[in-house]
């Protein structure tokens, strides 16, 4: 059984940076297409970022373009979210999501296995 634990979320002020890490087990990450999602409040699960299997290509929703950068270690079985210049609008849980096959890399049903996610608060 494929499990995803995500870790680094917080809070934090406008600006400011975090760096989440979402950890695997259970099975075969180098195989998996990873990606990003977020939900805030009253809101719909919105795709953030998502990475190949060998992390050679990546994809950002326009709304972090620039400011969050995904990646990979396939060594650590643990896919990263960089996040940088942070806005009161990124406020939301962020889960990440793991893909057996992949369609439409931005489109939350095309994900298999997903973490139960960590919160992210950016305030002053």
């Known amino acids: 059984q494929v499990q995803l634990v995500e870790s680094g979320g917080g809070l934090v002020q406008p600006g400011g940076s975090l760096r989440l890490s979402c950890a695997t087990s259970g099975g075969t990450f180098s195989s998996y297409f990873m990606g990003w999602f977020r939900q805030a409040p009253g809101k719909a699960r919105e795709f953030v970022a998502a990475i190949n299997w060998s992390g050679s290509y990546t994809y950002a929703a326009d709304s972090v373009k620039g400011r969050f950068t995904i990646s990979r270690d396939n060594a650590k079985n643990t896919v990263y979210l960089q996040m940088n210049s942070l806005k009161p609008e990124d406020t939301a849980v962020y889960y990440c999501?793991?893909?057996?096959?992949?369609?439409?890399?931005?489109?939350?049903?095309?994900?298999?296995?997903w973490g139960q996610g960590t919160q992210v608060t950016v305030s002053s």
């Open positions: 999501a793991a893909a057996d096959t992949i369609v439409v890399h931005s489109s939350p049903i095309d994900y298999d296995y």
